[in-house]
């Protein structure tokens, strides 16, 4: 998938991303070029219509169906476009990027690149003076998922791919967040605090309690870690019209637990501080009953 401009504001140009949306809902994510056309079961649409438009237009196919045409967010291309490996949702991505605290010009280490939704959002968020280094152990996913960063990254220059083993270290020093999504990042621990400044954040997405609780075990072993928390983010999305307003009937129940963790200077012989208050020192406070 070839990407024309990344930034999702604008007429329509040859190369960029359309998302066409038909009256049911469905969504079709094409690439624009000036001799191809969009080709479905409610007709044709030649790209060359698409071309030169404005954003929220409804274009006519050769069947007279009318489809939506927009530019896709984040999140829409993220779930509409092809994928690899099990991709980030939306509602885990937003709270990685607050939760990681990345910020524009930092530097971020993050693995694997799988299908790319992650690497997109880190990028976005370092901006142009920011840079990522995403560490990936499969050819066969490098591939697909850099297809879908060039597709939508806005800085692809602030972007170096490392074809390598995170377990068996990190390159860079001195990176202002290290960002995982592979199975264990307990093996990654050691690596992610000689690679982090002083202050820096770790944080790791992971599908199952047994994987947080290992690498919990190990951030807490580790005695350059401290505030360890870990997190699960569930959206429940709702439905509203005139006559009903009530949650939808089916969500996404579970994806993954995001844990983070601060380099701190090493402990010496002191237990961790926890980022939360313990449900003990609440109690003395007199805030838990
Ligand atoms: C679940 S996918 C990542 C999905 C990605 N975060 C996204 O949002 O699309 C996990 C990726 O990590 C890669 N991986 C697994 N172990 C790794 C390691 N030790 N070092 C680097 N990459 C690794 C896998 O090949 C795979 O591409």
Redesign the pocket.
Same mark, same amino acid.
């Given at each position: 998938m070839a990407g024309g401009s990344s930034i999702p504001r604008g007429k329509f140009q040859e190369g960029d991303l359309a998302l066409l949306i038909d009256r049911k809902g469905r969504r079709y994510l094409v690439t624009l070029k000036s001799s191809g056309s969009f080709q479905t079961h409610v007709g044709v649409l030649p790209h060359s219509e698409i071309i030169g438009r404005e954003q929220g237009e409804s274009l006519r196919t050769s069947r007279g169906q009318g489809l939506l045409a927009l530019k896709p967010t984040l999140a829409e291309f =993220?779930l509409d476009m092809p994928?690899? &490996?099990? =991709?980030?949702y939306p509602k885990d %991505?937003g709270n990685i990027l607050v939760l990681a605290d990345i910020f524009p010009g930092s530097t971020v280490v $993050?693995?694997? %690149?799988?299908?790319?939704?992650?690497?997109i959002a880190l990028l976005r968020a370092v901006g142009e003076s920011g840079s990522v280094v995403t560490? $990936?152990?499969?050819e066969d996913? &490098?591939a697909k998922?850099m297809a879908?960063v060039r597709a939508m990254a806005p800085h692809p220059r602030t972007h170096t791919l490392r074809m390598?083993?995170?377990?068996?270290g990190i390159q860079e020093k001195d990176v202002d967040r290290v960002v995982l999504?592979?199975? $264990?990042p307990w093996? &990654?621990v050691r690596w992610s605090a000689e690679a982090l400044v002083a202050g820096g954040i770790f944080l790791s997405?992971l599908p199952t309690v047994l994987q947080v609780h290992q690498l919990v075990l190990a951030l807490t072993e580790d005695s350059r870690f401290q505030m360890v928390e870990t997190v699960e983010v569930l959206l429940r999305p709702w439905n509203v019209t005139e006559r009903s307003v009530r949650p939808v009937h089916r969500m996404v129940a579970h994806t993954g637990f995001i844990t983070t963790a601060r380099r701190c200077a090493p402990r010496k012989g002191a237990l961790s501080v926890q980022a939360n208050a313990s449900e003990d020192a609440l109690q003395e406070e007199g805030s838990v009953e």
């Open positions: =993220v994928r690899g &490996a099990q =991709v980030i %991505l $993050e693995a694997g %690149l799988g299908s790319g939704a992650l690497t560490y $990936e152990v499969r996913m &490098a998922g879908n390598g083993d995170i377990y068996q999504d592979v199975p $264990e093996q &990654a997405f």
